[in-house]
Nanobody
Framework: QVQLVESGGGLVQAGGSLRLSCAASGRTFSNYVMGWFRQAPGKEREFVTGVTWSGRMTSYTESVKGRFTISRENAKNTVYLQMNSLKPEDTAVYYC???????????WGQGTQVTVSS
């Protein structure tokens, strides 16, 4: 079992930045692929980005490429999401996730709200 707790959400103006953190506990953090998902009101939850256990391989959804960066510190059991040049359409609840592969996430955090005002 892996427990995930997100932090760092909030309200920011368009063009601003936020950094989300996800602290993991439980099973060995470094064994897992880590990812961020988001769900906007009235929409399906969507994959935003993921990183392999080594940190060497990442994946991003097209709409955030060049603006968002995922990173992880295995020694701190923490994964980060640096979000720059935020847009109103980035407004959503952001969820941290852990799993065995980019298409196999099975542990989820409670979510943190990100609101981008225009």
């Amino acid at each position: 079992q892996v427990q995930l707790v997100e932090s760092g959400g909030g309200l920011v103006q368009a063009g601003g930045s936020l950094r989300l953190s996800c602290a993991a506990s439980g099973r060995t953090f470094s064994n897992y692929v880590m990812g961020w998902f988001r769900q906007a009101p009235g929409k399906e939850r969507e994959f935003v980005t993921g990183v392999t256990w080594s940190g060497r391989m990442t994946s991003y959804t097209e709409s955030v490429k060049g603006r968002f960066t995922i990173s992880r510190e295995n020694a701190k059991n923490t994964v980060y999401l640096q979000m720059n040049s935020l847009k109103p359409e980035d407004t959503a609840v952001y969820y941290c996730a852990a799993g065995r592969a980019f298409n196999d996430f099975n542990y989820w955090g409670q979510g943190t709200q990100v609101t981008v005002s225009s």
